[in-house]
């Protein structure tokens, strides 16, 4: 199996590139994850659901893919059994934060990060080995990248 980066997983490189190098497998695992963690509040949303078919078609995702990623139960998958297969592939980096990253950015994307939604992110965090503080400390990255998409909207739509 080829070796990927943190960076190539969670977006970064050309869709040839990512595509060439992770698998099926670890791709869906990882898109499996993100739903399972979304879904921690009893519902994905559609906005969840068209963030990550919007960043997994930016990774070269196919159609193939994208259904199964639909039709995926998150209701019934076991965030643990996940994480764990994540885990013994051989993506390199530090994949563990970058699904960290995405896992909050789906869950925000209906406009909220449900207490459900965090804690799911921090059990994430306890398996992948990290301290969960780190998720707190992406979760505010995420926070101010959203602040400043709101001024700079604010700032190309003025009429001043």
């Known amino acids: ?14 869709p040839t590139q990512k595509a060439d190098r992770v698998t099926q497998d670890i ?7 993100l739903l399972t963690i979304a879904g921690a ?16 078609r930016l990774l070269g995702a196919t159609e193939e893919v994208v259904k199964k ?9 076991k965030l643990e059994d996940l994480i764990a297969a994540l885990s013994t592939a051989d993506v390199g980096g530090n994949c563990a934060r970058a699904l960290l990253y995405d896992a909050i950015k789906v869950s925000r994307a209906d406009g909220t990060f449900d207490i ?10 306890r398996l992948l080995g990290l301290d969960p503080n780190i998720a ?5 990255v995420i ?10 909207r604010g700032l190309l739509e003025s009429s001043l």
């Not at 791709?27 to 994850?33: E, G």
């Not at 926070?143 to 700079?152: D, F, V, Y």
């Open 1 to 14: 199996m080829k070796r990927i980066t943190a960076a190539e997983l969670a977006g970064h490189g050309t």
């Open 27 to 33: 791709f869906l695992n990882y898109a499996y994850a």
């Open 41 to 56: 509040d009893g519902d994905v949303s559609d906005n969840e659901l068209k963030y990550l078919i919007h960043k997994v």
């Open 69 to 77: 990623i639909t039709q995926f139960d998150w209701r019934n998958a």
């Open 116 to 125: 459900a939604e965090r804690q799911a992110v921090h059990r994430t965090a």
């Open 136 to 140: 707190d400390a992406i979760n505010g």
């Open 143 to 152: 926070e101010l990248e959203e602040s400043g998409q709101t001024i700079l």
